[in-house]
């Protein structure tokens, strides 16, 4: 019988000798992909071309407390992936809700589409950007699988996804999810995407922010999940363009829809879009498949705050911090990429008391840099609108 360690080694060596060119969004640590002279412009028309992974470099270290499943453990943990604990489906993957021996709750994520090959490179690409995270505000990493297909094991809790929470037709679940906690779950999704783009090893854009992807946690941390259109972004590139189309209707900035475009200011336009499903209780898409940045823009502008305001919040709201998520949410929507702010500019600036010392940590830890915290005034926005 083969343990789980050869078993993940023997998958290893077997997918070495296949087609290790194609993983250009899985670079090892402390490598970064050397351009060629043809593609050391600012716009890179095609990333793959322009790294690749050496055979005989090892991918990642993986941590102690990373598990490898097998096939019956994941089976026996979703009721062998039953329908009823389906509780997310994409174009490449499906989430099912899972419970482990020791009774921890997990979300196992089954990559399900595309060829062999290409499901293990998309299965090898996720995890090694995963393993590369270390934040309150990203989903917890707990094993993975490669036994009877491709699978990676997150940690879940209760309350699932925002978007199970925030849509839900239970009424308690509204009573929960109070203006107080929709706050704490925007500025945590907030404080996690700023860690991605400008204090992780190396850059990362998620290309796929929307409720369904954002976890709470007990105690509504936000949680930011599924990074299978994730991409590195090297220091010296200013931007992806991608040929296919990836990602959610309803929150794809312009400029990736139009040109495919990537840029941390793709990822920003898609919290807007969250901000604004916060805030109005409305999906970015609704039945008719009218979008929310259109209805909501003519409010935006005239600031009819009240109009916005999702009626199931509305006198519990504090009035500062529901003012301050509404400028967030025009400065982030914007046409223009250039007008819109980064992840760190838009940050409360009451959470710097509270997080700066083990912000510091892990800027000691992982190279990082220090971010500003910032909030915007009416004013601001009306300048960054003109500019």
Not at 174 to 203: D, I, N, S
Not at 211 to 231: P, R, T, V, W, Y
Request: glycine content about 8%; some cysteine; hydrophobic content about 40%.
């Amino acid at each position: 019988m083969t343990t789980p360690s050869s078993q993940w080694r023997g998958f290893l060596r077997h997918w070495r000798q296949k087609s290790m060119q194609r993983l250009a969004t899985f670079p090892p640590v402390g490598v970064v992909p050397k351009l060629p002279r043809w593609l050391s412009g600012k716009e890179i028309k095609d990333s793959s071309a322009a790294a690749s992974i050496p055979a005989d470099v090892d991918f990642c270290l993986f941590k102690p407390s990373w598990k490898s499943f097998s096939f019956s453990e994941l089976q026996h943990a979703t009721d062998n992936f039953k329908p009823e604990n389906l509780i997310g489906k994409g174009g490449y993957a499906e989430v099912y809700r899972g419970r482990l021996p020791d009774g921890r709750l997990v979300a196992v994520k089954k990559l399900t589409r595309g060829s062999p090959e290409e499901i293990v490179g998309n299965f090898l690409s996720e995890l090694g950007i995963i393993v590369h995270t270390n934040h309150p505000n990203v989903a917890k990493l707990l094993g993975f699988g490669v036994d009877g297909g491709m699978h990676i094991v997150l940690q879940l809790s209760p309350y699932g996804s925002l978007a199970s929470f925030l849509y839900c037709n239970s009424g308690s679940s509204k009573e929960k999810l109070g203006w107080g906690v929709r706050y704490k779950v925007a500025v945590g999704t907030a404080m996690g995407m700023e860690y991605l783009h400008e204090r992780c090893q190396r850059r990362i854009i998620h290309r796929d922010i929307k409720a369904a992807n954002i976890l709470l946690s007990d105690d509504f941390e936000a949680q930011i999940c599924d990074f299978g259109l994730a991409k590195w972004l090297p220091d010296q590139w200013t931007h992806h363009t991608v040929s296919t189309l990836e990602g959610t209707f309803g929150y794809l900035a312009p400029e990736y829809s139009m040109h495919g475009i990537v840029n941390e200011k793709t990822d920003v336009y898609a919290f807007g879009v969250l901000l604004l499903e916060l805030i109005t209780g409305r999906r970015a898409l609704d039945a008719t498949r009218r979008s929310l940045v259109m209805w909501a823009r003519p409010l935006l502008e005239k600031n009819d705050v009240r109009a916005l305001v999702d009626p199931a919040i509305g006198a519990a709201v504090h009035g500062g911090e529901l003012r301050r998520a509404v400028l967030v949410a025009s400065l982030c929507i914007q046409q223009s990429s250039i007008r819109r702010p980064k992840m760190s500019e838009v940050s409360p600036p009451e959470e710097r008391e509270k997080t700066e010392r083990e912000r510091e940590r892990e800027r000691l830890k992982f190279g990082g840099v220090k971010c500003r915290w910032r909030s915007y005034s009416a004013a601001e926005m009306k300048g960054r609108r003109r500019a």
